[in-house]
């Protein structure tokens, strides 16, 4: 009886023991894996920074790229300004629209238009006077039929063009050519480029068409 009972409290002391020396391990690993987390977020964030140091600097070099020829931002101080090219008359600054040089290469471009508009009538009346009815087949007599249509409508256009050309030249002999009728705003170096009949600016002229769609004037 003695015996037994002598036992019993070391094996309670050895398990208590155990328990206590397992506990510490049990918590070692939690701290472990909460550390590990911080370490990482703190070695992703450099490369975050990195990609939008190089995006910053892109927008830079492509407005450097951008930027105005020299030469052709002053060609225009050597050169007669009928000998000028279009990226020359755009290179040129502000202060000089419709300066001497700008009106003299319009004055050169508008005549050139003309001759090119009267020179193509002379060639589509020469196509007309082509004999369609030797061309035996139906479809194609009827092909070389609407190309002849189509040409027609094209040199009516420039028929029409040729008046305003006429126009043009006049608004230049009185100062009044490159500003919009409406407003007297510039109409814009490159406006007059693709159109040199222009009389309107480009907000004008969509204001106009907005008006004759709303009121079919």
């Excluded at 040409?151 to 006429?166: H, Q, V």
């Excluded at 009044?176 to 222009?198: F, K, N, Q, S, V």
């Excluded at 309107?200 to 004037?217: I, N, P, V």
């Amino acid at each position: 009886m003695t015996k037994t009972s002598a036992k019993t409290p070391a094996s309670s002391t050895a398990t208590a023991s155990g328990a206590a020396t397992a506990a510490p391990k049990a918590r070692a690993k939690p701290a472990a894996k909460v550390s590990s987390p911080a370490d990482d977020s703190t070695a992703a964030t450099p490369s975050l920074k990195k990609p939008s140091a190089k995006a910053d600097i892109a927008p830079m070099n492509a407005a450097k790229s951008t930027a105005t020829d020299p030469k052709l931002a002053s060609a225009w101080k050597s050169k007669a300004g009928k000998d000028l090219t279009e990226p020359e008359l755009l290179a040129m600054p502000d202060s000089e629209y419709m300066g001497e040089k700008q009106l003299e290469f319009f004055r050169a471009k508008l005549p050139a238009q003309k001759d090119n508009f009267l020179s193509n009538a002379g060639e589509t009346t020469e196509h007309l006077r082509e004999d369609t009815s030797i061309v035996p087949d139906p479809a194609d007599r009827a092909t070389i039929e609407e190309e002849h249509a189509l040409e027609l409508r094209t040199r009516d256009r420039e028929r029409k063009l040729l008046k305003k050309i006429s126009q043009s030249i006049s608004r230049i002999d009185a100062g009044d050519y490159g500003y919009c009728d409406e407003t007297g705003e510039p109409i814009g170096l490159g406006r007059l480029l693709a159109r040199p009949t222009a009389t309107l600016s480009l907000e004008a002229q969509q204001r106009r068409e907005m008006k004759q769609k709303m009121f079919g004037d």
